[in-house]
């Protein structure tokens, strides 16, 4: 079972990328799935969730910027990052998740660095 996350890279700031998380080993329609980011020095911090019933939501700092979406028929997880700043600059790890009777099952890509400099 493993996530796959790809397309960080060096950006400008005001500039976009795309983000992608490819799930094999299983299916994740059932699952929620997220991005999350780590800054150097800071600890993971939340950036965008889609249920497995294609809800969505974000961090107040990227509302707006940055759009989830999923492929349940893919088994793929996107994040497109628009309007990117310095504070953007982070690893990002996608995120498998489902809450059986109580117990959390997560499963966590390795991560794609992503740093917007001028």
């Known amino acids: 079972v493993q996530l796959q996350a790809s397309g960080g890279g060096l950006v400008q700031p005001g500039g976009s990328l795309r983000l992608s998380c490819a799930g094999s080993?299983?299916?994740?329609?059932?699952?929620?799935m997220g991005w999350y980011r780590q800054a150097p020095g800071k600890a993971r911090e939340f950036v965008a969730a889609i249920t497995s019933g294609g809800s969505s939501n974000y961090a107040d700092s990227v509302q707006g910027r940055f759009t989830i979406s999923r492929d349940s028929a893919k088994n793929t997880l996107s994040l497109q990052m628009n309007s990117l700043k310095f504070e953007d600059t982070a690893v990002y790890y996608c995120n498998a998740r489902k809450i059986v009777l109580g117990t959390v099952y997560d499963v966590w890509g390795q991560g794609t660095q992503v740093t917007v400099s001028s």
């Open positions: 080993g299983r299916t994740f329609s059932a699952y929620d």
